[in-house]
Nanobody, 124 residues
Framework: QVQLVESGGGSAQAGGSLKLSCVASGRTDRRYAMAWFRQRSGKEREFVAAIGWSGASTRIGDSVKGRFTISRVTATNTITLHMDFLEPEDTAVYYC?????????????????WGQGTQVTVSS
């Protein structure tokens, strides 16, 4: 059974950087787009970034464009969210997700497998 295991959450100062990683464990022949979403306290889940199965195509959410990037190592089924120029508004629980169809979509309905989430806290 495939599981998504996230790591790298924690605390940072505004203007700093963090990296989040997600590994799809259990099988090594996954060929699905993967993504990061986040949920801030009292808010709905929000799309952050997505990447196609080969890593060639990406999609970045408007609220993090120019600050966050996403990368993928297909050999290890690992995606990484690189977060730079962090802002207090980036404080949220970040979730890794694996698509059930299509390319790197920004819609949560296109993702069937979700990780447990990892907390990111940015202080001013």
């Amino acid at each position: 059974q495939v599981q998504l295991v996230e790591s790298g959450g924690g605390s940072a100062q505004a203007g700093g950087s963090l990296k989040l990683s997600c590994v799809a464990s259990g099988r090594t022949d996954r060929r699905y787009a993967m993504a990061w979403f986040r949920q801030r306290s009292g808010k709905e889940r929000e799309f952050v970034a997505a990447i196609g199965w080969s890593g060639a195509s990406t999609r970045i959410g408007d609220s993090v464009k120019g600050r966050f990037t996403i990368s993928r190592v297909t050999a290890t089924n690992t995606i990484t969210l690189h977060m730079d120029f962090l802002e207090p508004e980036d404080t949220a629980v970040y979730y890794c997700a694996e698509a059930c169809r299509g390319g790197p979509s920004g819609g949560s309905e296109d993702y069937a497998l979700w990780g447990q989430g990892t907390q990111v806290t940015v202080s001013s």
